[in-house]
Every structure is written in C-alpha cells, then in structure tokens.
C-alpha cells in the first residue's frame, strides 16, 4: 500500500516519535493526550499506524482459513480503528487550532492516509473473504447490526472500486488523492481569507446601532494590534451582528462584499480563489461516477442515503419550493414595504436585508434579538441543555477533566442514574481565528465491544460563538441556543447509541439524508416555555425570561420563516444541480447559480455574490450531492417531534419532556444508530411512515386546504 520509503523516512530521523510513550499518537490507553500532541508527533504516528494496519492486511490476505467475523472482521477493525482514531484527532486539532505547522504536515500526510483507504476498498482479496462470509453458514447466526455492517462493507468496496479493472482502479485511487488535497485546499482558502480581512474603524459613529458586547471586542482586538478605534472582521460572533444592527448602510456593503466573495476571484488576495479548486473537484467526482458505473456523482452520492434517485431529491426539493415560495414571497414584498415606508429606503439590496428584518421584527413583535440575548447567558443555557437531556433520557452530565487543546474547551461525563458511564463529550463554544467557523460534531471515540468490554463513545462538540466580555458570561443570541441544541443532538446519536458493532455503532453507517434527524429534532425544544423559563438569568438582573417576552418570541417564531425555508431550497438545489449533469468543462457556474436563484430565491442577489467559494458543506465537507439532507431529515425531525408534542396535550402536568416518549426516541432511533435502515428506526418509534405536516406547521407553512 504506502511505499516503504514513505514509511521509513521519518521513523529513521527521529526513532523515538514511534515509540507509544514518547508520541502521545500512539497511546490508545485512554483519551486523546491533547496536551502532548505536537506537529512533529503526526508523520511518525501515521506512518507507524500504516504500517500496522498493512501487515495486518497482509496476514489476513494470507491465511488460508475460512474468513469468519473473528478471525478476520473483528482484527481488520481493530487496526483501522487506531489509525482513524489518531487520523481524526489529527484532524480535529488541523479545524480548531489550526497553524501554519499543523496544516502543513497534515496536508503533507493527507494523500498517504487517503492512499491506504483507497487501496483498502480495492483490495480484491479482502472483497472476496467478506463475500464469503456472507455466503456461509456462519451469516445466519450474526446479529442484526453484523449482518447490517457486513452489508454496508460489500456495498463500500463496490463503491471504492474494488470490482474495477487494474487500471481503472489506479486511476480512481489518483483521483480519490487529488480530490481529499483540493477539499483541504478548499477549506484553507476559507479560512485564510476569513482570518485575513479587516476593518478598522476610527470613527464611533460609523458604528452607529451595533451592540456594546461586540463594540467592546472590536475595540478589544484593535488594541491588540496597536491601532486606534475598532477592528472588525468576518468571524460570525462580530459579521452577523454587524449585519442586523450597523446604522452605516456601506459598513454593511463593505463586510458584505467581503463576506460573499470570500475564496473567490474576486476576493483580496488571488492565492485564495476557489475557482479553478471547484471546477476541478467536480470534474474528478464525474469522473468518480464514471468510473463506478454511474452517470452522475449524485448517483453515487445516493447509494449510501435513504432517497434513491437524483430525480426523486429533486423533485422532492422542487415541491417544497411549490408550496414554500408564495409564502418567501410574501415575506419579501413585506420587507420592501417596511423599508420604504419606516425607513426611507426605495430598496433592499441582500446587504441590507438582515438590518431591514431586525428592524421590521423590532417594530412588529416590540423586541430585538440583542434584547433576547441578554438572557441567554452561557452557563443556564448549559445547564438547561443538560436538564432536557437528563429529563429525556435518563441521564446525568457533569463536568469533568482531562487534557483539552485550548483554554476554551471543557469536558464532560454522561453515566446513566445507577453511575455507569455511557459516554463523554468535549466542548468548545467559542469563535478564534485558527478555528474553522461554523458548529460540528465529530466522534473522538466509537462505541464498540473489545476485548470482552464495551468501549464507550467520546464525540466532540464544537461551536462558534462570541466568547465572554468584560468579565461577564458568554451570551447567547436564541439562533446560538438553537445550533448548540442541534450540535448536540448529533452528539447524543453519537454517545447513546447501544449498538456494540464499530461501524454501525452510533452515527457511523447511518444514510446522510437520516443523520441530520436528531439535532433538528432537539432544536425543537428551544421554543417550548417549560424548558427556556429554567435556561435563561437576565445577565445584569438575574431575572428569568419574562413570559411577555417569551410570548412575543413565539409570535415571532416563523417571521420571514418562508424566505428561510427558499434560501435551505436554494442551496440543496444547487448542490443537486452541480453534481447531476453540470459540466464545468462546458457549463458556466455562474449562470447557474442564477438560473437557480430565479426559479427559488426572492432576494435580489448581486452579481458579486460567489456564495459557492465558501461553501464548505459540498466542498470542503461530506455534504456534496447531499446538502437536501437538512430538508430531508427535517420531515423526519418534525413528525418525531410531534410525538412529544401530542403527549403533552395527554399529560399536561409533564409537557414535552416526557421520559416514556424520551425512552422510546433513545431505544428506537438514537441507540440503535447505524444497525439497521433509518426508515425502519424511524417507523418503529414512530408506528408509521413520516408525515410532511408537521414540518409544515412548525413553519407556518400550512396550506389552506
């Protein structure tokens, strides 16, 4: 697989990095050593880890003996599980502390890594032993989840090629190369452009409407740099307020451009242009689907998702564009009103659209969100997290210690009530500038059965909020509460799973049109009353959320909710689009994305928008010829909520947080995580098949009948 001479190289420079106790890499023992890891450990590690996981390969090859789960599944899992648990914790220190040294040894092992996956799902020999355990005896004694995880292994190994010819095989593992270094390109890019730009303002009262809080950190950050007045830059704990509240109609249109034409050629430095990096990767997918026997990516895309075909995901998206737009429309044209007749404006262009609607909110629902915010303080807002999950599932969460990659990470237990430990989580809420933006969750640890034990599941959560200021505690805008709750759903589908199966345990072998289910379903909570009056403390007053307020948040809860729903449209049929029939070679992108934009969108975007250059969910993520997902699982999401929703209306006294319905979720769908088809987990909770009116009503998007 990977030449000895990649291999050696480095073992041979420094010959104690290979040691486990001297490369923190290498220990297995326990947790992560993060406070040991240094970018010198990583080559000397995954060359160690290759080379392990190769001879393993190499014996099973060998051995005559009939292929059994024992014999040869469970110590194959074994190998690629060490070399992916320090291959992710290499990646998860490259997106949240990320340096110039960090990034340049993990771009250099990137395509020896993305080499020996490659070549694991063409290896024939392996092929064949897994088919032959399918075909024996020995198949109809496996569990459940084994049978399910042998199934997904036959259908990988069809997918990276392993039924190619010689040559077509050594074509797709290039390709397969060459499309993880343009990602991490892709994400570079991003980032760097992001961290680059800068606007310092001298003036106070160009900064006119934009909260104290965010004031105070561009103050702040100025200072650090040596310059007079305010800095402000595209991290989102400082664009987006910026954006809703900034008086200065070109402060908003200068961020805004920036913003938009971040990795593009149109941005500040040239070196940044995702451009050619798009068109490129697009070609080498098509190629991928070619090569598989596929007419398009988002063919290959949808054999690993519950939708089969890309006709079926489009005209899935293109009817809720049918019944969402007349609603985005109406939104829209309220908008142009208000601005016109409350604010002087004959128009609104996309840089003003934010401000237009806090302003429009402000003035209908007689509240801001940075009214809303100062009761979101960071640490009732954990503290109600965990309650929800505590009442749900039957758990206890409680901070804990161990070794953390930065000061801002923390780190906590989750045991069930009798104290045995189920899983554990780290935490990382706040915005810095070597940390890639946006809010996820990645698995540290799996559940599995070893060595006669279970191994219990660790998952990172990670966010990108605005950190605490003046001595005060972090503060949450109720959007923030949201994606934390969403972020945290995807962790407990990760840590209460029950499956003891390794690659369908948790969220591992769940369709990517499914995985999205939990999170959207835990956002849910975030507009119910029993839960919100025991998360929020007024950060001055002490006060809890008044119900007056909570009253007007509900009443607000679908404002512009149809212009919202278009722009989620809007992105998912782009993604289709790109990945079903475009030719970069022939077809303009640009043209595109307006075509799209025309047909779904109601904002009137400027020609300089090139949204795609940043779009990290196609690009630099998982998401590519999947971005529907969100839309998808949001019917899942929805209907599964109302579950709870219709035992609140039985047992008032208990509201939504309903332990019985709780346990059934846990059982039915979070524990049983990748081990059997997510329809089937959905249907067993919920005794039928999802409902779209759920989805709709929780809009505001019911149509009249």
């Given at each position: 697989m990977t030449k000895e001479s990649d291999l050696a190289t480095p073992d041979l420079a420094?010959?104690?990095?290979?040691?486990?106790?001297?490369n923190p890499l290498l220990d297995f023992s326990g947790l992560p050593r993060f406070a040991s890891i240094q970018p010198t450990h990583i080559k000397p590690a995954m060359n160690v880890l290759i080379a392990e996981a190769s001879a393993t390969i190499e014996s099973l090859s060998a051995d005559a003996a009939p292929a059994s789960w024992e014999n040869f599944i469970t110590p194959l899992d074994n190998v690629n599980e060490r070399l992916s648990r320090a291959w992710g914790v290499v990646g998860h220190l490259n997106g949240v502390v990320n340096s110039p040294e960090l990034r340049e040894v993990y771009n250099d092992m990137l395509?020896?890594?993305?080499?020996?996956?490659?070549?694991?799902?063409?290896?024939?020999?392996?092929y064949t032993k897994y088919k032959a355990i399918r075909a024996s005896e020995q198949y109809a004694s496996l569990s459940p989840a084994q049978k399910q995880a042998l199934e997904n292994e036959l259908r990988d190994f069809r997918l990276g090629g392993a039924e190619l010819s010689v040559e077509k095989k050594a074509r797709y593992q290039v390709v397969q190369e060459e499309l993880s270094s343009l990602m991490s390109t892709f994400n570079d890019n991003v980032l760097d452009a992001t961290n680059e730009f800068a606007c310092f303002i001298e003036d106070e009262s160009e900064l006119s409407g934009v909260p104290e809080d965010v004031k105070t950190v561009a103050r702040e950050a100025a200072m650090a740099e040596g310059k007079p007045g305010w800095k402000l830059t595209l991290h989102g704990p400082?664009?987006?307020?910026?954006?809703?509240?900034?008086?200065?109609?070109?402060?908003r249109a200068r961020l805004y451009r920036a913003y938009v034409t971040r990795g593009s050629e149109l941005g500040a430095n040239a070196a940044w242009d995702n451009s050619a990096t798009i068109n490129?990767?697009?070609?080498?997918?098509?190629?991928?689907?070619?090569?598989?026997?596929?007419?398009?990516?988002s063919e290959v895309s949808?054999?690993?998702?519950?939708?089969?075909?890309?006709?079926?995901?489009?005209?899935?998206l293109d009817d809720m564009v049918i019944k969402a737009k007349s609603f985005a429309e109406a939104d829209w044209k309220e908008l142009l009103a208000f601005a016109n007749a409350e604010l002087h404006m004959p128009g609104v262009n996309a840089w003003d659209v934010s401000y237009v609607s806090e302003k429009l909110r402000e003035n209908r629902y007689s509240f801001s969100d940075q009214e809303l915010k100062q009761y979101f303080q960071e640490p009732k807002v954990l503290a109600g997290l965990f309650h929800v999950i505590e009442a749900l599932y039957n758990v206890k969460i409680s901070a804990s210690n161990t070794e953390v990659w930065h000061s801002d990470a923390r780190f906590y237990d989750v045991r069930n009530i009798d104290g045995g430990i189920v899983g554990e989580f780290y935490l990382d809420l706040y915005a810095r500038d070597a940390k890639r933006g946006g809010a996820w969750m990645d698995d540290a640890i799996n559940r599995r059965m070893k060595n006669g034990a279970v191994q219990h599941p660790v998952a990172f959560l990670t966010c990108n909020f605005a950190a605490p200021v003046d001595g005060k505690p972090a503060l949450f805008t109720h959007d923030d509460v949201i994606t934390l709750f969403h972020e945290f759903g995807h962790g407990l589908h990760q840590l209460l799973t029950e499956v003891d199966e390794l690659s369908v345990s948790g969220i591992n072998g769940v369709e990517w049109d499914a995985v999205e289910l939990p999170s959207q379903f835990m956002e849910n909570f975030c507009w119910e009353w029993d839960v919100l009056k025991r998360m929020t403390a007024h950060v001055d007053s002490g006060e809890a959320l008044p119900r007056a307020l909570f009253d007007k948040m509900i009443a607000a809860k679908n404002f512009q909710a149809g212009m919202g729903f278009v722009r989620q449209l809007e992105f998912s049929l782009l993604d289709m689009r790109?990945?079903?029939?475009?030719?970069?070679?022939?077809?303009?992108?640009?043209?595109?994305?307006?075509?799209?934009?025309?047909?779904?969108?109601?904002v009137q975007y400027p020609d300089f928008n090139r949204t795609l250059h940043a779009f990290s969910h196609i690009f630099g993520g998982g998401y590519a010829a999947g971005y529907y997902s969100y839309k998808w699982a949001e019917v899942l999401s929805a209907d599964a909520y109302a579950a709870f929703e219709e035992g609140s209306v039985l047992y008032p006294d208990i509201g939504v947080l309903n332990a019985e319905t709780g346990?059934?979720?846990?059982?039915?769908?979070l524990g049983r995580g990748g081990s059997r088809p997510a329809m089937e987990s959905f249907i067993a909770f919920r005794g039928r098949k999802p409902d779209m009116e759920p989805l709709l009503r929780h809009n505001g998007l019911k149509l009249a009948a």
């Open positions: 420094n010959p104690d990095l290979a040691k486990p106790l001297a395509p020896i890594i993305t080499q020996y996956w490659t070549e694991l799902a063409q290896n024939e020999t392996l400082c664009y987006g307020p910026v954006m809703q509240y900034a008086d200065t109609q070109a402060l490129r990767m697009l070609q080498l997918r098509h190629e991928t689907a070619v090569l598989l026997g596929y007419k398009n990516y949808l054999a690993t998702k519950m939708a089969e075909t890309p006709a079926d995901v489009i005209g899935f790109l990945h079903t029939g475009f030719d970069p070679t022939r077809d303009s992108m640009h043209d595109l994305v307006a075509a799209v934009r025309r047909a779904v969108a109601v346990a059934k979720f846990r059982r039915e769908v």
